[in-house]
Nanobody, 122 residues
Framework: QVQLVESGGGLVQDGGSLRLSCVAS????????MAWYREAPGNQRELVAK???????NYADSVKGRFTISRDNARNTVYLQMDTLKPEDTAVYYC????????????????WGQGTQVSVSS
C-alpha cells in the first residue's frame, strides 16, 4: 500500500506565502513524476505544477514566477513553495505521484493524497 500525506496548508493574506509538503510512504520501489493539483469550489481539478524524476519542473501559466516545485528523492517528498499568493489561489491542493510498487512489474500507478486547504484572504 502507498500513502501520500500533504501538509502545510492554511489561511494567509493576499501577497503571503505558504509551503506545502507531501510525503509518500509504503511499498515504494521508485517514483517517477510528482505533481500538485488544485480544486476550487465549482471548478475542475487542475494541474498546478509537475516535476520529473530528474527534477525538471513545469508550471501552469497562472502560477509561473510565483510557485516553485521541488522534490527530495531520498525522503520521497515533494514541495510546493507558494509566494505572492492571490485570493484566486484558494483551493484544496492535492499531491499526485506516479509510483512503482513491484520489483517484477515496471508499471507505475497514480496515487493521490487527501488534499490540504489553502485559503487566501483579500
Amino acid at each position: 500500500q502507498v500513502q501520500l500525506v500533504e501538509s502545510g496548508g492554511g489561511l494567509v493574506q493576499d501577497g503571503g506565502s505558504l509551503r506545502l509538503s507531501c510525503v509518500a510512504s509504503g511499498t515504494i520501489r521508485s517514483i517517477d513524476s510528482m505533481a500538485w493539483y488544485r480544486e476550487a469550489p465549482g471548478n475542475q481539478r487542475e494541474l498546478v505544477a509537475k516535476i520529473t524524476s530528474k527534477s525538471s519542473p513545469n508550471y501552469a501559466d497562472s502560477v509561473k514566477g510565483r510557485f516553485t516545485i521541488s522534490r527530495d528523492n531520498a525522503r520521497n517528498t515533494v514541495y510546493l513553495q507558494m509566494d505572492t499568493l492571490k485570493p484566486e489561489d484558494t483551493a484544496v491542493y492535492y499531491c499526485n505521484a506516479a509510483i512503482r510498487t513491484s520489483y517484477v512489474s515496471t508499471q507505475y500507478f497514480n496515487y493521490w493524497g487527501q488534499g490540504t486547504q489553502v485559503s487566501v484572504s483579500s
